[in-house]
């Protein structure tokens, strides 16, 4: 009886609320056939939505991630191309799951290409895509395959050091003759707390070869629990954090700056970034690295 008063709508938007976790579970699994079933199902009953559209980038993930480069691009052509035909009806930044659907779109466009053996075409293709999109929240993660695929053996990006916490950072210019890590990271971030006592490490095991440790990081609008907050009261929550969870590090210089991260294109945290003594990147890496990672990359420095 309770079902009849519910609209029919509201019941089958309901049924689908899960169409992005099961393609991905899908894809996961390299089931690329449920996972299109499912997206055809869920485009007859509710259309293309901007879910629809994330779920199926998915799939383009998943498939380049098995190597299956003619099928990962179709469906990130297919995934572009319907996120393109929405930004006709409104801004890209209007809600987050198209803006992470064409993202992740570029994204893979872009390493099949590379896949392919034309990297040259790869940062062409990113270069085009970043100047569509320089006004937008995707801009960094065009920017972070841009780096991954050319960043390293060119000099280090300058990095704005206006704003900061701990000590005062010195301009990346004037560090040349030393090695420096780079340590992208945000408050609400827990691998990158967990990165903390490696960074820590690193900093005491290579103080002697004069290694400086920089912690670039940015306000995102909110503290705890997503709560939105005023710049100088997120300035402060970070300095609480720093001081709870990275009391090893508070000597480092913590620039902070969205800039930063949009240069280094920092959508990955924690973004690590070694340069050597003459401030050239040598490793350019989202995500996390092992106290032995770290060390190994540090000593190819030398």
């Known amino acids: 009886m309770l079902l009849k008063l519910i609209p029919a709508g509201l019941l089958a938007a309901a049924a689908w609320a899960n169409v992005i976790n099961d393609v991905r579970e899908a894809a996961a699994h390299n089931n690329f056939a449920l996972g299109d079933s499912i ?11 901007p879910e629809m559209i994330l779920a199926l980038s998915w799939l383009g993930r998943g498939a380049l991630g098995a190597k299956q480069l003619d099928k990962a691009d179709a469906y990130a052509k297919e995934t572009h191309r319907l996120a393109v035909e929405e930004l006709k009806k409104r801004p890209l930044d209007a809600e987050s ?35 569509k999109y320089q006004p ?23 990095l704005d050091e206006h704003e900061f916490l701990g000590a005062k950072p010195a301009p ?10 780079l340590f992208f990271w945000a408050h609400w971030c827990g691998d990158c707390k967990q990165e903390s006592p490696i960074l820590a490490e690193i900093a005491k095991e290579y103080a002697a070869k004069g290694l400086v440790v920089v912690a670039p990081t940015q306000r995102y ?47 990955t945290t924690p973004t690590v970034v070694l340069i050597d003594r003459q401030g050239i990147v040598r490793l350019y890496h989202p995500g996390t690295m092992s106290l032995e990672e770290l060390r190994a990359a540090l000593n190819r420095l030398s």
């Open 172 to 181: 990346l210019a004037s560090l040349k003759g030393k090695p420096v890590v």
């Open 39 to 49: 997206i055809q199902k869920y485009r007859a009953s509710q259309g293309v939505t």
């Open 97 to 131: 799951d198209l803006p992470i659907a064409l993202g992740a779109a570029i994204e893979v466009e872009a390493q099949v290409l590379n896949e392919r053996g034309d990297r040259s075409a790869a940062v062409a293709y990113l270069r085009t895509e970043l100047a």
């Open 136 to 158: 937008t929240s995707i801009r960094t993660r065009i920017q972070k395959n841009i780096n991954l695929l050319s960043l390293e053996g060119k000099a280090a990006p300058a």
């Open 221 to 267: 609008g909110y503290v705890a629990r997503g709560e939105e907050a005023a710049p100088s009261d997120e300035t402060k929550y970070i300095d609480e954090v720093r001081h709870k969870f990275y009391s090893d590090l508070l000597n480092v210089p913590a620039p902070i700056s969205e800039e930063n991260f949009k240069n280094y294109g920092a959508s």
